[in-house]
């Protein structure tokens, strides 16, 4: 059942809710930046800043990653427009949860970074998200869609089920022991793949018979 909207928003509208939906995604920023502008990070504040940066990455992707299931229940289609931004916050907050990692707990030291990668699981797993997911941004523009090709940018940009994937197994394995949060992106996240899927099969079956 679809819901569609009464009034989709013009030009005007649409712009404002960009505007304000940039604001809202750099909130979780600015209050980390409050929090440790009033030394509010708790015992191991790199720690706190490390692990808030990824939750707020796992948040974005989610978030993306509704935003076509939530487009075709309730018929939204201007939804679309605002995906872009979503999926560029989504790598601009694994970048910073990358630095931080790179620069405030290692202090660039490669040796033992690549140490970590080697032998640290969820750190090579998560290595591995970033790595499938910077091509994504940078690719994200109009530019790179005409280049590539509706069908190869629609490729590679599947992509982002694998990093969400990769992205929750890396915060379980994180984890270890209290995987309750874990667990409940796992389910939100096998919920939204769960749709897709359910709506791709049909899709197929209609294009098998025509």
């Known amino acids: 059942m679809v819901w569609p909207l009464a009034i989709t928003p013009g030009p005007r509208q649409l712009a404002l809710l960009k505007i304000v939906l940039f604001a809202f ?18 015992a191991n504040p790199i720690e706190f800043i490390t692990r808030a940066l990824g939750t707020w990455t796992l948040n974005f992707l989610l978030i993306t990653l509704s935003v076509t299931p939530l487009r075709k229940i309730t018929g939204w289609h201007w939804l679309l427009r605002l995906r872009r931004m979503l999926g560029l916050y989504v790598f601009f907050y694994a970048f910073l949860h990358l630095t931080t990692y790179l620069w405030l707990d290692k202090f660039f030291d490669w040796q033992a970074i690549a140490k970590d990668i080697l032998k640290r699981p969820f750190i090579t797993i998560g290595m591995s998200a970033f790595a499938l997911l910077l091509p994504l941004a940078l690719t ?67 294009r098998r018979q025509a």
Do not use: F
């Open 25 to 42: 995604c750099l909130l979780p920023l600015l209050q980390l930046g409050w929090n440790a502008w009033n030394e509010n990070l708790g």
């Open 140 to 206: 994200s523009n109009n530019t790179m869609l005409r280049r590539l090709g509706g069908k190869l940018w629609q490729r590679l940009h599947r992509a982002v089920y694998v990093i969400a994937i990769l992205g929750v197994v890396h915060y379980w394995w994180l984890v270890k022991l209290n995987v309750t949060l874990p667990a409940v992106y796992a389910v939100l996240l096998a919920l939204l793949l769960g749709i897709r899927v359910h709506w791709r099969d049909p899709q197929r079956k209609i």
